[in-house]
């Protein structure tokens, strides 16, 4: 069994001990063990930034093993951004390691006085000294502790966690980022400068579990929906976004950007020197890129990736690939959310383009470099006057600027929306809508619709219940339906430490393959079981939410995409053209009609019309204890 270790960083003491077999039944591992200490432990009278808050590490079963893309792990916290559950995921190499070590969570509760860094290596676990780290950027700190501490891997925040920024990140492996919701401010709230990890034990691996393995690569690797991955890397979601409109440009004021042949896949591979990929990862979507020289200069680095491509792209009508590199490179620097920062540049964008705020320093024109940069650094420091409007979210700067500026500044639950537009994608509309964790692409992964995939349809008797309507991406029509779906098998792969590309980007292999895995490590869980505690992770996280306050008020969508219709063009460069009134079109009027999509989910999850879970779906589900925190109950 593996074990959970307690660091108090007030007391500065470490308590182990051996994880709870039940809860990894029940709980899976990584996302959903967490999500269930975090209840239990961090209830409504704990803030954010209060010393009882807990900072969890967690990894799954199959972290750290041969499993096709077995490479990630969780940090969950109390929000600072949604003032309630909150979780982020990374994959890399670290988490592997932390499996390695023998470590099913590291939890973390109080605050260190001076900055630390934690250093695991097997049973061994030390709280150290990290004055020298405090202020310095992700990649010098990792750099010089991995030097110290020779084969060791590193997680550790910049600037914009030392200072509290809502959507600070923890950087691992250099550009590896777990990103969303705010865990680096926490991490830095505690002044937990890094955490260091090296196993040195050899590790074995059953048998059986490696027939399994050996079964599923095979389905994975070659699966054609992985093919583009390998070949491009996910910048490749450029250019067929391009073309279908979901390429959010201006802050989403058109879905297609004009100029989608200056940055695309094509473009960056001409920066491309590399390519690789994560722990145990057979499908490589990994880009290591380098600008040689010029004024945005930058060191070979990992990525971009898609979602930072359109966040620092598109969306803020930057056309210039090494402009963009040079600023992925800065937000792994700087510790801050790709997506979120380049939210937050756009709203500031257009705040200044409708006349609602002004900025000395920048000029806060679309696409202007100076602008970008200097945004992505003084957000981190909490400096200047649009850095410190922006630095603790939209909808908080939003609020501040008035006048109409909260219609376009993009959001759900204080978490920024993803890369992806709700009026094109109905079914990640509704995902972003109803995320426990604030806005996300990656919560329900709802793409059945948008990859074709009637192969899985025709497998699952729900979805193949719903007729061709399903599959019509800009249709509400049985959405919910298959949001229900793939959130569970999506909390399933972050419990399990899998990627999502290795399984519900494609379904190459379904959640029976998963259990058969769980079954060939040791444990007692069927079919049945495994999809079940994927809907017992998605309703305790549901319920940590309502004891806060939440419910269907919080379950929805910026105005812009209920309020503001979208057109699709035939032709993408006549965005912004002289003649785009009359251009010829593929869609036009898209909103999204959340509420029907809305209640269908509740009912579907047997939740109240006000989004909340029954006392007979937690009894159901083995959540009874819970009951009291329903409002009324």
């Not at 079914?427 to 109803?434: K, V």
């Not at 490590?521 to 998605?538: C, K, M, P, T, V």
């Not at 509420?595 to 579907?604: A, D, T, V």
């Amino acid at each position: 069994m593996g074990k959970t270790a307690w660091i108090d960083l007030s007391k500065q003491e470490v308590r182990v001990e051996v994880t709870d077999e039940q809860l990894i039944l029940n709980y899976i591992g990584s996302r959903g063990i967490a999500a269930k200490i975090l209840y239990d432990h961090v209830g409504p009278e704990v803030a954010p930034y209060d010393a009882e808050n807990l900072l969890i590490f967690s990894v799954g079963p199959f972290t750290g093993t041969p499993w096709p893309s077995g490479a990630r792990y969780t940090v969950t916290s109390k929000s600072p951004a949604t003032g309630a559950y909150g979780y982020a995921n990374s994959s890399g190499f670290f988490g592997p390691e932390l499996k390695k070590a023998g470590y099913d969570m590291v939890i973390f509760v109080g605050k260190s006085k001076e900055p630390v860094y934690v250093h695991i290596e097997d049973d061994e676990i030390k709280i150290k000294e990290a004055n020298q780290y405090w202020g310095q950027e992700t990649g010098a700190v990792e750099k010089d502790l991995r030097t110290i501490y020779p084969g060791s891997r590193v997680a550790s925040i910049g600037p914009a966690g030392e200072n509290l920024v809502v959507c600070a990140s923890v950087i691992n492996d250099y550009g590896r980022a777990a990103a969303r919701t705010g865990m680096g401010a926490v991490m830095g709230d505690k002044k937990l400068k890094a955490v260091v990890v090296k196993a040195t034990k050899k590790s074995s691996t059953k048998p059986e579990f490696m027939n399994v393995v050996r079964r599923v690569t095979p389905l994975v690797k070659n699966h054609p929906g992985a093919k583009d991955y390998t070949e491009w890397g996910t910048v490749i979601l450029l250019n067929y976004k391009n073309k279908s409109g979901d390429n959010p440009t201006r802050n989403h004021a058109y879905g297609q950007f004009p100029y989608g042949d200056e940055l695309n896949a094509q473009a960056i591979k001409k920066y491309t020197k590399k390519t690789g990929g994560c722990y145990a990862c057979s499908i490589k979507c990994a880009r290591f890129t380098e600008v040689k020289d010029g004024p945005f200069m930058t060191p070979l680095q990992e990525g971009p990736e898609y979602e930072t491509a359109n966040a620092l792209g598109p969306n803020v009508w930057n056309k210039n690939p090494e402009l963009l590199i040079y600023c992925n490179k800065l937000c792994n620097e700087m510790g801050i959310d790709t997506i979120s920062v380049g939210v937050m540049i756009a709203f500031a964008m257009e705040a200044k383009e409708k006349g609602l705020i002004v900025d000395e320093q920048y000029n806060l024109e679309w696409g202007n470099p100076e602008t970008i940069i200097g945004l992505i650094q003084d957000i981190s420091f909490r400096r200047g006057t649009t850095g410190q409007l922006l630095a603790d979210g939209v909808k908080h700067a939003g609020e501040i600027v008035g006048k109409g500026a909260e219609r376009f500044a993009l959001q759900c639950k204080n978490v920024e929306i993803p890369r992806q537009d709700g009026r094109v994608l109905k079914g990640m509309a509704l995902g972003h809508a109803t995320s426990n964790r604030g806005a996300d692409h990656l919560y329900a992964l709802a793409t059945l619709d948008l990859t074709g995939n009637m192969e899985v349809i025709n497998k699952v008797p729900e979805l193949a219940a719903c007729g061709p309507e399903l599959m019509d991406t800009t249709k509400e029509d049985y959405k919910a339906v298959m949001v229900r779906w793939t959130e569970v098998n999506n909390a399933l792969a972050d419990a399990l430490g899998i990627c999502k590309f290795a399984f519900t980007e494609t379904y190459a292999i379904m959640s029976d393959d998963l259990a058969e895995g769980m079954r060939a490590l040791g444990y007692d869980i069927s079919n049945e079981d495994i999809f079940r505690a994927g809907q017992r992770i998605i309703n305790l996280e549901r319920m940590y939410n309502v004891r806060h306050g939440y419910s269907k008020k919080d379950d929805n969508l910026p105005t812009r995409f209920l309020d503001e219709s979208l057109q699709v063009f035939v032709n993408p460069e006549d965005i912004g053209s002289p003649n785009e009134k009359e251009a010829p079109l593929v869609h036009s009027g898209l909103r999204v009609n959340l509420e029907p999509m809305l209640q269908e989910y509740y009912k579907l999850g047997n939740w109240t019309p006000d989004g909340i879970p029954t006392p007979e779906r937690l009894t159901e589900l083995g959540l009874g204890e819970y009951i009291h925190d329903i409002p009324n109950a």
